[in-house]
């Protein structure tokens, strides 16, 4: 029965993430888009900060941009592998709970930016910090979740 609780609660830790990324990830690209025009930029902190509609067709940084369906079926692909890693270890003790929330984080930012990519055939980006392509939230729960899972796995590999 522990198992039981141990796994549900698991499973709801993910589901909790994953929903609250794709969450604030639609909101925020929803407000952006209602206050902005493509390639209009709003300066928070002039010439370091600011926000920047703009529409990624390509992958990370802008890279191997009009690819079209190629960006729709590998994300769809990952989310069922990332999905069916959570589900998989969602009973186990080993792999701690902070592992499942860095692939939800994956998970959730996955599946926002694949909305995008489905309903507009690009990617809604506006945060813009000047020194690093625009990027949005579901990029951020991506790249967190990465580090997240290198910072743990960094002891493994030292020894």
């Known amino acids: ?9 698991t499973i709801f830790i993910a589901c909790l993430t994953v929903l609250g990324v794709v969450f604030f990830d639609r909101v925020s690209k929803v407000f952006f888009t209602s206050i902005l025009t493509f390639g209009e930029s709003i300066p928070v902190v002039r010439d370091i900060f600011h926000f920047t ?15 079209g369906i190629v960006f729709i079926i590998i994300p769809v692909i990952t989310a069922i ?3 069916f890693n959570i589900y998989y270890y969602r009973n186990s003790r080993e792999v701690s709970r902070i592992y499942i929330v860095a692939f939800s984080l994956i998970l959730g930012g996955a599946i926002g930016n694949l909305i995008d990519r489905i309903m507009f055939g690009h990617v809604i980006d506006f945060i ?3 020194i690093w392509p625009v990027f949005n939230l579901a990029d951020s729960a991506i790249t967190i979740g990465a580090l997240i899972i290198l910072i743990k796995c960094i002891p493994s590999f030292v020894k």
């Open 1 to 9: 029965m522990k198992g039981d609780n141990h796994s549900r609660l």
């Open 53 to 67: 509609l703009v529409y990624n067709t390509g992958i990370a940084f802008g890279l191997f941009k009009n690819q």
């Open 81 to 83: 592998l990332i999905g």
């Open 128 to 130: 813009d910090f000047r």
